[in-house]
């Protein structure tokens, strides 16, 4: 609420039209071309910390113990409103409209899709769309840009194991909810090894396990939760399937029963070829062609500027930090020395596609 009450500050100052509480807490600043008809072209920043404490000594670190900009989003919002700041000051050349998107909730907490269901492309149509990820594992003053899959979709799951619990001195007298979770556990590291097609890419980790809570009784309940993270919607598909048969027929070879619920949280983040192109044209003006990777390895990550992406056409591209703590580390530092090239980015984009003749405005 704050960081999106700054945000709209900063725009307002400079004199953008600006739109509050957009899917609860997202901004739209609007800038209008004084050049003429155009396309309207929208561009996306994330906004969100983390709940991680922050490990730096930088005299900027956060001062709020456990809320950590660890992913970066303040650098992203940084550069979208420098790069704000140049096109409100150069109306004159710019064509149609640019449509600034500051997204809440990007990690994990269905930011994207709270201001797609709020009307964000009815109220604020865009023809197309670009956002930015910086990448501290890529060398600093590069880009990173390809067509296709870029990052995974992402489901998060809970299965809940009811048994019949008792003292630990009679466990032929109890079902142990416990056991049937472990077992469940390894049983569910057979879908990706024995259900995938080994030349997809396809991850499930179980990554919390509770059962039990002293030393001499038996649990009556347990609990596993983890996510599947795939590239295909195929796929996906047939790891839950997967996922949900048997953790309900290991559970009941216990005398246990099992209910699963799974969340639908990421989409797979599939770039539009001729946007992708587009960002790396812009790309090998900004940073020098040598220093563009039009061909970067995908991530089992997950985005949920995806979800944008099913509604408008665009891209999305990774800006080299230079090598440092990784992304979510209590150590990780955003570099501010990438701020103007990320600017540079958007500023590029909007003055190449603007003034293209088809738009929706
Ligand atoms: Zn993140
Ligand atoms: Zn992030």
Not at 332 to 338: H, I, K, R, T, V
């Given at each position: 609420m704050r960081t999106s009450g700054r945000v709209a500050e900063e725009l307002e100052k400079i004199g953008i039209a600006v739109a509050r509480g957009?899917?609860?807490t997202g901004v739209i600043g609007i800038i209008e071309g004084k050049a003429g008809p155009g396309r309207s072209i929208g561009l996306r920043a994330d906004m969100d910390a983390l709940p991680i404490h922050e490990e730096s000594d930088l005299p900027?670190?956060?001062?709020?113990?456990?809320?950590?900009h660890g992913c970066g989003h303040d650098g992203h919002m940084t550069m979208l409103i420098a790069a704000a700041r140049y096109l409100q000051a150069h109306r004159d050349e710019i064509f149609g409209r640019v449509v600034l998107i500051f997204q809440?909730?990007?990690?994990?907490?269905?930011g994207a899709r709270a201001m797609i269901a709020d009307g964000l492309f009815e109220r604020f149509a865009c023809d197309e769309i670009y956002a930015l990820h910086n990448a501290p594992d890529r060398d600093f003053g590069t880009i990173a840009v390809g067509p296709g899959p870029v990052s995974a979709s992402a489901d998060f799951f809970d299965i809940d194991i009811a048994g019949n619990g008792g003292h630990a001195a009679f466990p032929h007298r109890t079902v142990d909810a416990g056991l049937a979770a472990l077992a469940i556990a390894q049983g569910l590291h057979t879908i990706v090894s024995r259900n995938v097609d080994p030349v997809d890419s396809a991850v499930l980790s179980v990554t919390a396990m509770s059962a039990g809570s002293t030393y001499n009784v038996i649990p009556d309940t347990a609990r596993l939760s983890g996510t599947i993270r795939t590239m295909r919607p195929d796929v996906r598909k047939t790891m839950s399937g997967r996922l949900v048969r048997l953790s309900k027929s290991i559970a009941e070879g216990y005398g246990a029963k099992a209910s699963v619920q799974i969340r639908d949280v990421f989409s797979t983040l599939v770039n539009h070829p001729l946007h992708a192109a587009i960002l790396a044209d812009a790309a090998d003006a900004v940073v020098g062609e040598a220093n563009v990777d039009r061909a970067p390895p995908i991530a089992m990550t997950s985005e949920d500027f995806a979800d944008m992406l099913l509604h408008v056409p665009g891209a999305y591209f990774f800006l080299g930090?230079?090598?440092?703590?990784?992304?979510?580390?209590?150590?990780y530092a955003f570099n501010d020395a990438a701020i103007p090239f990320g600017a540079s980015m958007f500023v590029r984009v909007v003055i190449a596609r603007s003034r293209m003749a088809e738009h929706t405005a």
């Amino acid at each position: 609420m704050r960081t999106s009450g700054r945000v709209a500050e900063e725009l307002e100052k400079i004199g953008i039209a600006v739109a509050r509480g957009i899917g609860t807490t997202g901004v739209i600043g609007i800038i209008e071309g004084k050049a003429g008809p155009g396309r309207s072209i929208g561009l996306r920043a994330d906004m969100d910390a983390l709940p991680i404490h922050e490990e730096s000594d930088l005299p900027f670190r956060s001062t709020v113990d456990g809320c950590f900009h660890g992913c970066g989003h303040d650098g992203h919002m940084t550069m979208l409103i420098a790069a704000a700041r140049y096109l409100q000051a150069h109306r004159d050349e710019i064509f149609g409209r640019v449509v600034l998107i500051f997204q809440p909730a990007e990690e994990g907490r269905g930011g994207a899709r709270a201001m797609i269901a709020d009307g964000l492309f009815e109220r604020f149509a865009c023809d197309e769309i670009y956002a930015l990820h910086n990448a501290p594992d890529r060398d600093f003053g590069t880009i990173a840009v390809g067509p296709g899959p870029v990052s995974a979709s992402a489901d998060f799951f809970d299965i809940d194991i009811a048994g019949n619990g008792g003292h630990a001195a009679f466990p032929h007298r109890t079902v142990d909810a416990g056991l049937a979770a472990l077992a469940i556990a390894q049983g569910l590291h057979t879908i990706v090894s024995r259900n995938v097609d080994p030349v997809d890419s396809a991850v499930l980790s179980v990554t919390a396990m509770s059962a039990g809570s002293t030393y001499n009784v038996i649990p009556d309940t347990a609990r596993l939760s983890g996510t599947i993270r795939t590239m295909r919607p195929d796929v996906r598909k047939t790891m839950s399937g997967r996922l949900v048969r048997l953790s309900k027929s290991i559970a009941e070879g216990y005398g246990a029963k099992a209910s699963v619920q799974i969340r639908d949280v990421f989409s797979t983040l599939v770039n539009h070829p001729l946007h992708a192109a587009i960002l790396a044209d812009a790309a090998d003006a900004v940073v020098g062609e040598a220093n563009v990777d039009r061909a970067p390895p995908i991530a089992m990550t997950s985005e949920d500027f995806a979800d944008m992406l099913l509604h408008v056409p665009g891209a999305y591209f990774f800006l080299g930090q230079g090598k440092g703590a990784a992304l979510h580390n209590p150590r990780y530092a955003f570099n501010d020395a990438a701020i103007p090239f990320g600017a540079s980015m958007f500023v590029r984009v909007v003055i190449a596609r603007s003034r293209m003749a088809e738009h929706t405005a």
